[in-house]
């Protein structure tokens, strides 16, 4: 066999474990995800409260409504900061089921953590790390495609 026959199989070997190695990360991301969902979170008086992550989802959604439909003039520059930040960050929910563009993955993984610096409530909220770190290895398993080509600005249903 040729030298350059040897490469080429080298290469596709590499691409190879990198695709499996890109899929045990994102299938680690997708059970982080699910399970920030299910994880308990310790509530007052140090009860443990099940579903913790999926009551703060919908917590979150009508807790930006309130915020967004608040009137102008009641807004204050801290508030609109910290809003928009829980607003990207509930919205990174969404996209673990979309391929995007780097720049776009990029933001989905850094929004949580943006909002976890917003928010002193969070810091102490359980199913919070699990969802940070799920969104953001997902979303790390796809900034190369299994050809080792840059997968920009597809948008594909998972």
Not at 5 to 15: M, V
Not at 20 to 32: D, M, N, P, S
Request: aromatic residues 14%.
């Amino acid at each position: 066999m040729s030298q350059s026959g040897s490469e080429a199989l080298n290469l596709e070997a590499s691409r190879g474990d990198r695709a499996k190695a890109q899929a045990w990360i994102r299938r680690a991301g997708i059970v982080l995800f699910i399970a920030s969902f299910l994880v308990p979170s310790a509530g007052p008086g140090g009860k443990w409260n099940f579903g913790a992550g999926a009551m703060a989802f919908c917590g979150a959604a009508v807790g930006l409504l309130g915020a967004i439909c608040r009137p102008p003039a009641e807004w204050q520059a801290h508030q609109i900061f910290s809003t928009t930040c829980l607003a990207l960050a509930f919205l990174a929910n969404f996209t673990v089921f979309f391929h995007f563009g780097r720049t776009f993955r990029g933001c989905a993984i850094l929004a949580p953590w943006a909002a976890l610096g917003c928010s002193a409530a969070v810091w102490s909220f359980t199913p919070f790390y699990f969802w940070a770190v799920g969104i953001g290895l997902i979303h790390a398993s796809r900034y190369r495609s299994a050809s080792g080509r840059r997968n920009r600005s597809k948008i594909c249903v998972v």
